[in-house]
């Protein structure tokens, strides 16, 4: 007999052994149960004794099981007893004593199986004849643990719930026992072997069932362990139905038989390789199991511990918080990705992070003002599915961006308000299984929601602040830069004034050119390091032809680069002409910069009646969406080497005071289109009109 055989059944010997005194010393003294529950547990010892002593297919070992299963379901009918159901449920008794009469005929079949010992297809017969029989009463058994337990009151269950424990995993050990045994006509080693212990764990929750005071105690296991159970009953179910099948299939007999046994083994064990790695059927069977077994849908403690591990640590470099954000959100819908839209200068929300959603088609701007601030103003969160049913949302809601209702995928919408103001938006994806958002879901993001809130607020406040602080360090090098240029002017003063009483001679002509020389290095030296950039305040502000306007600047770039005007169209737009030229000129060098020599960088005018837009169009390297977002408006941000990152910040800031704005379309290898929009003359007017009469009547 193997060694852990030997050891499992001693453990389970002794594990019942003390059992039964602690149930004699501890146990409570009027509980009905108190003494069927210590003979079942000195009779399961007494098995696992002789089980060690001289194996489990011994017959006085046979016939200490057979005592044994009588004691179980004795004490199975006295947990009845302690609610005085034995009484009242006539059927139970009557049960009860089919049971008994059916596992004594164990004996019966002991004493055939010695006598045919000669004549193996008796003991066969014999076998299958006795495995039925287990079978019935540990069905039988079953159904009465059933009935006990589903009929008690509240009060009952807390009492019953280690017993019942431990007679459910015992009989449900035995059904598996005799189910297997059955179908391949011998007692499964493998389960033979661990009898002693599964009879160990019966012993402690017997023993944990015979005081009100530990009979309280509950089993709470995690939702990893539940999950990892169910997957392991599913297996296992899925296993003994392949067997039943195939061996159903090899009663056919014959070559068919054979044939059809295998290839039904091939299916099936096909199939497993499909399902088990599917992230639909394990969403599946999560959704089941929470559905089923918990009260809630998420354990929040571990929910709420991958949420922080996901924001604080950066498992991938190349992840930024945004992306994090979007995915901490995901985990917990089990979203197959995501999406962070973040408000501009206008409101408008833009494209910030898309984390595992690239095949999506989101347009600039992602979505207008009015919807931005209607999430702010709510802070609803829009489930997607409802709204395409046609289901009754905010009205100020209902001006949803077209690509977000035509995309099936997009699922739910979260704004993160940060003390009502909404820093972001974050789309998720449909799950991996389909369903829809329930109240713990919307609760759950709503808190995560703000949490990711405050984290994007702070970060931002740090980025301002390193702004200010780089700004600082760009006003101790223009102090440094003016004490040069001031010794510059002192020099050439000096000069211009001596050139007044020595002009004519020659020698201070040469050195009038060595010093002039010197001077105009040292200059260009300070604009190589400065760039270009300007104050940014506007001055008067005029009437221009804005097609004129894009023409001039064009000629001014001849002999340096290839600009052509491809389209211009006409029209008049009020605006400060030198902070306008200014700003164009920045962003018409940076498309220069950005090209190679041979490539043309076109200028663009367009007229809609409202708006003139001047498009400024290269075939350069393009830019990221991160770098877009993140760093081309922001200064000191460059992509080009040594670029001080003033020319495109200087541009935003001009035109924005002039009313107007500035937007990107760009991808990396393909170039970039920068489009400045400004109003028409007219129209500025119109408004200006229009708000000054709203200021006389407030």
Not at 71 to 89: E, H, P, Q, T
Not at 147 to 154: D, F, I, P, S
Not at 217 to 244: H, K
Not at 371 to 391: H, K, P, T
Request: net charge neutral; with cysteine; glycine share 6%.
């Amino acid at each position: 007999m193997p060694f852990l055989a030997v050891t499992a059944a001693i453990v389970g010997a002794v594990a019942c052994v003390i059992a039964a005194g602690w149930v004699y010393k501890r146990g409570e003294a009027q509980r009905r149960d108190r003494d069927a529950t210590i003979l079942a547990l000195l009779l399961s010892a007494l098995w696992s004794v002789l089980c060690a002593a001289f194996g489990a297919a011994d017959f006085s070992t046979e016939l200490a099981q057979t005592a044994r299963n009588i004691a179980l379901v004795y004490l199975l009918f006295r947990l009845f007893a302690n609610d005085g159901r034995d009484l009242s449920m006539r059927m139970v008794r009557y049960l009860v004593i089919t049971l008994f009469v059916v596992e004594l005929f164990q004996p019966l079949l002991l004493i055939l199986d010695r006598r045919f010992v000669s004549i193996p297809e008796a003991q066969a017969f014999i076998f299958q004849i006795s495995a039925i029989l287990h079978l019935l009463v540990t069905i039988g058994s079953l159904v009465l643990l059933h009935n006990l337990y589903a009929g008690a009151a509240t009060t009952s269950r807390n009492l019953l719930r280690w017993s019942a424990l431990a007679l459910a995993g015992f009989w449900l050990f035995e059904l598996n026992y005799y189910t297997i045994a059955y179908l391949t006509g011998d007692a499964p080693d493998l389960l033979s072997v661990l009898q002693g212990f599964a009879i160990a764990g019966v012993a402690v929750c017997l023993a944990l069932g015979s005081h009100s005071r530990t009979a309280g105690l509950e089993f709470s296991p995690s939702r990893a362990v539940a999950f990892r159970s169910l997957s392991l009953l599913v297996i296992t179910a899925y296993l003994l139905a392949m067997v039943v099948i195939a061996q159903s299939l090899a009663a056919l007999g014959g070559e068919l038989g054979r044939f059809s046994q295998v290839g039904f083994l091939i299916l099936a064990c096909a199939a497993a390789v499909v399902w088990v790695p599917s992230a639909k059927a394990r969403g599946w069977l999560r959704v089941t199991l929470v559905k089923h077994l918990f009260q809630h849908r998420y354990d929040y403690r571990a929910e709420w511990q991958r949420f922080t591990d996901t924001v604080g640590l950066n498992e991938n470099d190349n992840a930024t918080l945004q992306d994090r954000a979007v995915k901490a959100l995901a985990d917990i819908t089990d979203s197959r990705g995501g999406l962070l839209l973040a408000p501009n200068e206008e409101a408008e929300l833009e494209l910030v992070s898309d984390w595992r959603w690239r095949e999506i088609s989101v347009p600039s701007p992602a979505a207008k003002r009015g919807f931005s601030s209607a999430l702010e103003e709510s802070g609803y969160i829009v489930d997607f599915d409802r709204v395409r049913s046609g289901a009754n949302v905010p009205v100020e809601l209902r001006s949803f961006p077209e690509w977000m209702l035509e995309s099936e995928d997009v699922w739910a919408a979260v704004p993160l308000l940060h003390y009502g103001r909404l820093v972001g938006v974050v789309i998720l994806s449909r799950p991996t299984t389909n369903r829809s958002l329930d109240w713990e879901d919307l609760d759950l993001l709503r808190v995560a929601g703000r949490q990711l809130a405050s984290y994007l607020a702070e970060q931002t406040g740090q980025q301002a602040l390193m702004e200010a602080n780089r700004f600082d360090e760009f006003n101790r090098r223009i102090a440094f830069v003016m004490h040069d240029i001031k010794n510059l002017a002192s020099q050439l003063s000096l000069l211009a004034g001596n050139a007044e009483k020595h002009a004519e001679n020659p020698e201070f002509r040469k050195d009038m050119l060595i010093t002039l020389r010197n001077s105009a290095d040292k200059l260009n030296t300070m604009l190589a390091r400065l760039g270009r950039y300007g104050s940014g305040k506007p001055s008067e502000m005029s009437v221009v032809e804005i097609s004129a306007l894009v023409g001039d600047i064009a000629k001014r770039f001849n002999g340096m680069h290839s600009v052509e005007v491809a389209q211009a169209i006409p029209g008049l737009v009020r605006c400060d002409v030198e902070a306008l030229t200014q700003a164009l000129q920045h962003l018409v060098q940076n498309a220069i910069d950005a090209s190679k020599d041979d490539d043309t960088v076109f200028l663009e005018v367009k007229n809609d009646g409202i708006h003139a837009k001047i498009e400024i169009v290269d075939s350069g390297t393009g830019m990221t969406p991160e770098f877009v977002r993140n760093g081309l408006f922001k200064p000191f941000v460059s992509s080009k080497e040594g670029g001080f990152g003033i020319g495109a910040f200087e541009a935003s800031e001009l035109i924005r005071a002039m009313g107007g704005r500035i937007n990107v379309e760009t991808r990396p290898g393909l170039g970039t289109r920068f489009m400045v929009t400004l109003p028409l003359s007219a129209t500025a007017k119109l408004f200006e009109q229009s708000l000054s009469k709203k200021n006389e009547v407030a």
